[in-house]
């Protein structure tokens, strides 16, 4: 059993791309399939949740998230790797914003737009500022909108007490987005570390090397004569 979950937690971690590529994107790819694929299953947990409790709406609004997630792997799949992380993140924004409506100021639901504004440093490489830029933009805009029209959009909301109850209920999907953004930025930052000691080191290894060839021919110093 275990060894079956591991075989397709792999499968689904590699999605898109070979675990042998040389690709430069290949660490971002695999941690942006993680990251989607844990977040879909806390999410279709979450929304089974509403089921059993009775808010129907906050369950159709999760699972259209959950499918938009998996939906997108698609281009990942393909190889669009940064069309496909673009495109979620675009989505996944305005997903978030229109749950933050539909179920309520009290239920925070908008206070993921903070969090998830930290996914772009995840699913994108440091060199691709532009996107890293464009996504947070995003959160910020989508917040910002929120809280100016609030007062407007709280009719659309649910009742309070259902509200209280799912702001309730997302506590921990909020910390365990918050922890997988922190364990990646930490994996990212030991990854790099770890490929640059190697750099350096075989840097120090080929330096040896040519000064060791070095050091066995006898030059005249005056002349530059290798024949003595």
């Not at 979450?46 to 999760?62: H, K, P």
């Not at 995003?138 to 649910?158: A, D, E, R």
């Not at 994996?187 to 000064?211: D, I, P, V």
Request: glycine content about 4%; overall charge positive; hydrophobic content about 50%.
């Amino acid at each position: 059993m275990l060894a079956t979950a591991k075989k397709v937690w792999n499968r689904l971690s590699y999605l898109g791309i070979d675990p042998a590529s040389s690709h430069p994107d290949k660490e971002n790819v695999v941690l942006g399939n993680q990251i989607v694929y844990i977040l879909a299953v806390a999410l279709s947990v979450l929304a089974v949740v509403c089921v059993f409790i009775g808010i129907y709406i906050a369950s159709l609004t999760l699972s259209i998230m959950v499918g938009l997630f998996i939906g997108l792997s698609y281009f990942v799949y393909k190889g669009h790797y940064v069309t496909g992380r673009m495109l979620g993140m675009i989505l996944q924004n305005l997903a978030i914003f229109m749950q933050a409506v539909v179920l309520g100021y009290e239920s925070r639901v908008i206070d993921f737009l903070l969090i998830s504004a930290l996914m772009p440093l995840v699913l994108f490489h440091i060199r691709q500022r532009k996107m890293i830029i464009a996504c947070v933009f995003q959160n910020f805009f989508f917040y910002t909108i929120f809280h100016l029209f609030q007062p407007i959009l709280s009719q659309y909301g649910l009742p309070q007490a259902q509200q209280l109850l799912i702001y309730n209920l997302t506590i921990p999907v909020k910390f365990l987005t918050i922890l997988l953004v922190v364990f990646v930025i930490i994996q990212k930052t030991g990854s790099q570390q770890e490929k640059q000691e190697k750099r350096n080191q075989l840097l120090l290894e080929q330096r040896n090397y040519f000064t060791s060839i070095l050091d066995q021919v006898p030059v005249d110093i005056a002349t530059l004569d290798t024949n003595l």
